[in-house]
């Protein structure tokens, strides 16, 4: 219906091998780049700070997660203290007297640092143990920021993000925090889409199939694997100093607790591993529902009349929640992604049935 | 029904829940009072029973015609500690008209104090939040409006100093307390009263969050302590109880901060927990007049907000506590400017101008200015008599000068690079 295909024909390869080779793809792919551009002039103030705001910078976090856990197979559950990292970095760096482009670029490096080490275990463990490895990096940087006031920021554990600019334009107020976060968020979603075009996404695609076989024919699993972890912590990285600049503007130790790290992952599941797409609807989904859910069930509960306990009224939403994912998951277990994926195929054949592949 | 209907049907009401803001919001002659509160995940139970002793005070407020002709609206939801939901409830009040956020949770108080001061929302920071708040002539739209940490631990060592003669010269005082930036708070005060009135402090820190402190009790025992503060919430309190009690220390010279409840001593047992002190706000128990008019006028007609055995507990108190300086700062907005227009300027300058307000005995004479925000740092010392909190001290204020001392220095810290 809407994926026409009669009438297409790919003479040159480069057209054929572009990320949406459909023009309706393409058009909504615009559509929702030029929406996101213009959301601060559509969307009142709640919907842009409160929703869409979190929704890309968690998007942009859940994407640079995808790329480890996805793309090369390799299980994260620190990812939340490499945001961390990065975000007092990013913040300790500019009340320094730093500029904000650098600072976010040090965040950047310094999670890669930390990633890449812990990330070396990697190379000698793989799955549940990997999982325990990235727990420890975890609680030691917890630890280390809570321990060290001069990092958490005294007795009050608090830091508060001076004002920035980024690229001479002052980071202060809704719009322009609006758009450097979506501008990274951009840059990552891009970098997401190309890499699995490019060898180095081919080579972590092998190793996360098979660590050994890619080593057989001949990818250097040791090279790759620590690429991974350190582009990875990186994306961490330069999130955290969004996350902290553009939306809390004032950071703690608990913001980056092992609850982020569950959260993302949850995102990564509940997407789609390794789906760009999936990461955007994961995050939207882990984010939101708690939410929805409860305005839904306050609102009911005001509509209907209903007297329902201030307890079951605050934990009704928290059993619907985890029914959402377990229903999502039983539906389809290889996430959100692959939902949207399954009606696309269904309207791609349209008015058939079925697709010939 | 079929699947499809079921899911239309679920989104429609999805957005419909987006509506009803504008619309009260366009309804006259109301104050909206945002409170989105842990009832979840950390705070649980005494969110649960601040929150009631709250909405049943402001029920009574209503009940009586309100303030002014203006009823107060409570908007209660539920930000699970977590600080994005935080934020979306916070843009949600203000969208909303809400001139007073509550949020009751030290994480989130601090994370929203850049947007109170930039929105001029007046943000209450109860028993929570920065301690250095205090000072409103940085922090002009926060307002913990009650004792914070440093102000507990230093009335808690001056009572300590009464009831050993007037002199805690070599004495021992063990601190036990979470390993958290809330927990190591009240240190800086301590350490500098140690000084002045010539104690040893000892601290122990526990890992949070706290369910496990058995390594460190004994610890505690063996250097035999002449007073014995724990500092800690949710579950490491009744933790640190339960192995108080069973390492033999004296209960009646072990102590804790506000967070001490019956609730907590059903978990610990009334009977061997008597004697433990405990930091008091306000009065606890069912005699004041405000508690006794709340159950007359507002649960005896079926109308309170929560289960009657609640009422007159530690943290219900709170509640009313908290919910009576807010009204009473409306009602002191109003003698200053009756037209309004109502906005959280306008309200703060009602809140900052309370003063010598004791909510009909509920509360010390508490006095709120541009500059004191903490209302006089009055509190007393109670003790558990296996039933209830049965006070030892009148409400009194000690060692303010320290307190002041170190607030100023750490409110100058967030003057200097928080702009």
Redesign the interface.
């Known amino acids: 219906m809407f994926f026409r295909r009669a009438g297409i024909r790919h003479t040159r390869y480069q057209s054929e091998r572009q990320i949406w080779p459909l023009p309706f793809d393409r058009r909504l792919a615009i559509l929702l780049f030029l929406f996101a551009l213009a959301a601060p002039f559509l969307l ?3 919907h842009l ?3 869409l705001l ?1 929704w890309i910078i ?1 998007s942009t976090a859940a994407l640079g997660l995808n790329f480890l856990m996805g793309g090369a197979g390799q299980i994260h559950l620190g990812y939340g203290a490499l945001i961390g990292i990065g975000a007092y970095t990013t913040v300790h760096m500019t ?1 320094a007297g730093m500029p904000f482009e650098i600072a976010l670029i040090g965040g950047g490096l310094l999670s890669a640092a930390v990633g890449i080490v812990f990330g070396a275990t990697a190379l000698r463990v793989k799955g549940i143990y990997l999982a325990m490895a990235t727990l420890a990096m975890q609680y030691i940087v917890d630890f280390v920021i ?1 321990q060290f006031p001069a990092i ?1 920021g ?5 830091l ?4 920035v600019r980024f690229l001479g334009i002052p980071v202060v107020g809704d719009l322009p925090s609006y758009y450097v976060a979506l501008a990274v968020c951009v840059i990552v979603t891009l970098f997401m889409l190309n890499v699995k075009r490019s060898s180095f996404g081919r080579a972590l695609a092998a190793v996360r199939e098979k660590d050994y076989a890619a080593a057989v024919i001949g990818v250097n699993t040791f090279r790759f694997k620590l690429t991974a972890f350190w582009v990875s912590s990186f994306i961490a990285g330069v999130v955290g100093g969004v996350l902290a600049v553009c ?4 950071i ?4 980056f607790h092992l ?1 982020l790290s569950i959260q993302l992952v949850a995102m990564v599941i509940v997407g789609g591993l390794g789906s760009v797409l999936g990461s955007f609807f994961g995050a939207a989904l882990i ?1 939101f529902a ?3 859910i ?3 069930i ?3 509960a ?1 509509a209907l009349g209903l007297a329902i ?3 079951l009224r ?2 009704l ?2 059993m619907l929640y985890g029914a959402l994912i377990i229903g999502f998951l039983l539906w389809e277990p290889l996430g959100l992604a692959k939902i949207y994926a399954n009606i696309r195929n269904y309207f791609l054949v349209w008015p058939f049935r079925h697709a010939r592949h | 029904m079929e699947r499809r209907t079921f899911l239309t049907g679920t989104a429609a009401a999805a957005l419909m829940s987006q509506m009803p803001i504008r619309i009260a919001a366009a309804q006259d002659k109301v104050i909206k009072f945002a409170m989105p509160q842990d009832f979840t995940k950390v705070y649980t139970f005494v969110t649960a029973e601040y929150n009631q002793g709250q909405r049943d005070y402001i029920s009574l407020v209503n009940a009586r015609g309100g303030i002014n002709g203006y009823q107060i609206v409570a908007d209660v939801s539920d930000h699970g500690n977590d600080q994005p939901r935080a934020i979306e409830a916070y843009e949600r009040a203000k969208a909303g008209g809400a001139v007073l956020i509550d949020p009751l949770s030290t994480p989130v108080a601090r994370a929203l104090v850049p947007r109170a001061l930039e929105d001029k929302i007046n943000l209450i920071t109860a028993f929570s939040g920065r301690s250095d708040a205090a000072d409103g002539s940085v922090f002009p739209y926060v307002l913990p409006l009650s004792p914070n940490y440093w102000t507990q631990a230093a009335l808690l060592i001056d009572h300590f100093k009464q009831k050993d003669g007037g002199s805690l010269q070599g004495k021992k005082i063990c601190f036990v307390h979470i390993d958290t930036p809330f927990g190591k708070e009240p240190l800086p005060i301590l350490e500098k009263l140690a000084e002045k009135e010539g104690y040893e402090l000892v601290a122990f820190p526990y890992t949070p969050p706290g369910n496990d402190q058995s390594a460190i009790w004994p610890q505690v025992r063996r250097a035999r302590p002449d007073w014995t503060m724990f500092w800690g919430a949710g579950v490491g309190q009744t933790v640190a109880l339960t192995e108080a009690i069973r390492n033999g220390l004296p209960m009646d010279r072990v102590s804790s901060s506000v967070w001490l409840s019956e609730s907590d001593m059903d978990v610990v047992g009334a009977a061997a927990a008597t004697g433990v002190l405990k930091v008091e706000p306000c009065v606890s128990g069912r005699e004041p007049k405000l508690i006794q008019d709340i159950l007359k006028e507002v649960v005896g007609p079926g109308k309170g907000a929560g289960p009657e055995n609640k009422v007159g507990t530690a943290y219900y108190n709170y509640g009313v506590m908290l919910a009576a300086i807010m009204v009473e700062g409306v009602r002191k907005a109003f003698e200053k400017a009756p037209d309004g227009p109502i906005t959280g300027e306008w309200l703060n300058a009602g809140l900052t101008s309370i003063s010598n307000f004791e909510a009909e005995g509920l509360i010390p004479p508490t006095t709120v200015t541009p500059e004191d925000h903490q209302g006089g740092g009055k509190a007393r010392i109670a003790h558990w008599d296996g039933s209830k909190f049965a006070p030892d001290s009148d409400f009194f204020t000690a060692n303010q000068d320290v307190v002041w001392e170190e607030i100023k220095k750490s409110s100058a810290v967030f003057k200097e690079t928080g702009k």
């Open positions: 009142d103030r709640l700070v409160g929703y979190p968690w009340r809570v958490s005294g007795t009050q554990a608090a508060t993000v001076p004002r939306y809390y503007r004032t703690s130790p608990d913001q609850e984010m708690p939410i929805v409860n305005q839904l306050g609102s009911l005001v306990s201030a307890d605050a934990h939403p928290l």
